[in-house]
């Protein structure tokens, strides 16, 4: 709801600035068509030039452009005093209190900074950093392995697609493994770029040669591309004319990155990138926390999970996470998630609880089965 408020009263100020700016406009102009009528009367009349400009002067009076500007303008500063007090009804500008004083490895945090700079292509931003930052070579190790990857994009993005298959070509069994189809694609794209230029012979030795070891796993797509050889000459009239579409480019390109990554061992995202999303998704609900539990710091600084349920998205969520269902906390490693007899799930702690420590057998708290804690077992997700 909070976040809706602040969208509104944003649009109301967009809204107010646009009106202003039209206003603005209109009256500019009307100013400049009598301006430019005036000279026009003066150059063409042999009558003394200061009748002319009185009769300007009337006009510009008669349309009173600080007076229609005044209104618009007014609104306009009306509603640009009111959003900053939104921005601070919402957005609390003092985050200190949300989170605690960790000692990092400032030379592990270097190379993660050196590093998302290679991974987003900011390569001479990445060799400032290093320079003033030193010893961080595991870093210059990802640049050289992230330029070969940008040289690719680079030459895709001008729809020059022989780096990207002689890379691909040169892992096709490690493609095939991860289950990936890029090479086929690839030459897809590659097919259609020579098709486009209307050498139907050419594609067909294209396709012959290039083809044939897909034939066996993907022989419906193989024939839709056999059917553009019937339009080669209008393919954007016929019914594969989707297949031109660039958004097929934008796909092979974002697969492309990704197994790249993954034949590397790195992930498709940046970690850098990924833990400030998820830190922004975390941070509102820890102010609100932290804003009724002010007398409580010291609770929150020793504290080893957070203190509230911070309900990320799934793109956030990298492994299998259990609640126990007793306790309501999540298991850790000094308290794992255990399996009893019966085939329920109890964190390690609930169990002691409940058997006093092993010392004597228990109820299963969702079924009536009498478990004994010694025949409990941890399970690893």
């Given at each position: 709801?909070?976040?809706t408020?602040?969208?509104?009263?944003?649009?109301?100020?967009?809204?107010k600035?646009?009106?202003?700016?039209?206003?603005?406009?209109?009256?500019?102009?009307l100013?400049?068509?009598?301006?430019?009528?005036?000279?026009?009367?003066?150059?063409?009349?042999?009558?003394?030039?200061?009748?002319?400009?009185?009769?300007?002067k009337?006009k510009?009076q008669?349309?009173?452009?600080?007076?229609?500007?005044?209104?618009t303008?007014?609104?306009?500063?009306?509603?640009?005093?009111?959003?900053p007090?939104?921005l601070?009804?919402?957005?609390?500008?003092?985050?200190?209190?949300?989170?605690?004083?960790?000692?990092?490895d400032?030379?592990?945090v270097?190379?993660?900074?050196?590093?998302?700079?290679?991974?987003?292509?900011?390569?001479?931003?990445?060799?400032?950093?290093?320079?003033?930052?030193?010893?961080v070579?595991?870093a210059?190790?990802?640049?050289?392995l992230?330029?070969?990857?940008?040289q690719?994009?680079?030459?895709?993005?001008?729809?020059?697609?022989?780096?990207?298959?002689?890379?691909?070509?040169?892992?096709?069994?490690?493609?095939?493994?991860?289950?990936?189809d890029?090479?086929?694609?690839?030459?897809?794209?590659?097919?259609?770029?020579?098709?486009?230029?209307?050498?139907?012979?050419?594609?067909?030795?294209?396709?012959?040669?290039?083809?044939?070891?897909?034939?066996?796993?993907?022989?419906a797509?193989?024939?839709?591309?056999?059917?553009?050889?019937?339009?080669?000459?209008?393919?954007?009239?016929?019914?594969?004319?989707?297949?031109?579409?660039?958004?097929?480019?934008?796909?092979?390109?974002?697969?492309?990155?990704?197994?790249?990554?993954?034949?590397?061992g790195?992930?498709y995202?940046?970690?850098l990138?990924?833990?400030?999303?998820?830190?922004?998704?975390?941070?509102?609900?820890?102010?609100?926390?932290?804003?009724?539990?002010?007398?409580?710091?010291?609770e929150?600084?020793?504290?080893?999970?957070?203190?509230?349920?911070?309900?990320?998205?799934?793109e956030f969520?990298f492994?299998?996470?259990?609640?126990?269902?007793v306790?309501?906390?999540?298991?850790?490693?000094?308290?794992?998630?255990?399996?009893?007899?019966c085939?329920?799930?109890?964190?390690?702690?609930?169990?002691?609880?409940?058997?006093?420590?092993?010392?004597k057998?228990?109820k299963?708290?969702?079924?009536?089965?009498?478990?004994?804690?010694?025949?409990c077992?941890?399970l690893?997700?």
């Open positions: 709801m909070e976040l408020s602040l969208k509104d009263s944003f649009e109301r100020v967009a809204k600035q646009k009106v202003s700016y039209s206003k603005t406009h209109e009256v500019t102009d100013i400049g068509q009598e301006i430019e009528k005036a000279i026009e009367m003066v150059q063409s009349s042999t009558l003394e030039y200061k009748s002319e400009l009185a009769e300007l009337k510009l008669k349309v009173a452009p600080l007076s229609q500007l005044e209104g303008q007014k609104e306009l500063n009306i509603a640009l005093s009111k959003y007090k939104a601070e009804k919402v957005l609390n500008p003092d985050i200190s209190k949300a989170y605690r004083n960790v000692e990092f400032s030379r592990i270097n190379q993660i900074v050196a590093s998302h700079f290679y991974r987003q292509g900011l390569f001479e931003v990445g060799d400032c950093f290093i320079a003033e930052a030193r010893d070579e595991a210059v190790t990802m640049k050289s992230f330029q070969e990857l940008y690719i994009l680079e030459a895709m993005k001008s729809w020059n697609l022989e780096p990207a298959l002689k890379w691909a070509t040169a892992n096709s069994d490690k493609l095939k493994e991860n289950g990936s890029l090479q086929l694609r690839l030459h897809h794209l590659q097919f259609l770029k020579i098709l486009q230029k209307g050498s139907r012979d050419e594609a067909l030795k294209y396709a012959r040669t290039n083809f044939v070891s897909f034939a066996g796993s993907h022989m797509e193989i024939q839709k591309l056999m059917g553009c050889l019937l339009y080669s000459d209008r393919l954007h009239e016929s019914p594969y004319a989707h297949l031109l579409s660039p958004t097929n480019w934008d796909t092979v390109t974002e697969e492309l990155t990704r197994q790249f990554c993954n034949l590397l790195q992930s995202e940046s970690p990138s990924v833990t400030v999303a998820a830190g922004i998704k975390g941070l509102p609900p820890l102010l609100k926390f932290m804003t009724v539990m002010v007398g409580k710091k010291h929150w600084q020793t504290m080893k999970q957070l203190p509230v349920p911070v309900e990320l998205d799934k969520q492994h299998s996470i259990f609640v126990c269902p306790s309501k906390e999540q298991s850790t490693d000094d308290n794992p998630p255990m399996l009893l007899s085939g329920h799930v109890l964190c390690k702690q609930s169990i002691n609880k409940m058997s006093k420590n092993g010392s057998s228990f299963c708290p969702y079924c009536p089965n009498d478990i004994n804690s010694t025949q077992r941890q690893i997700f």
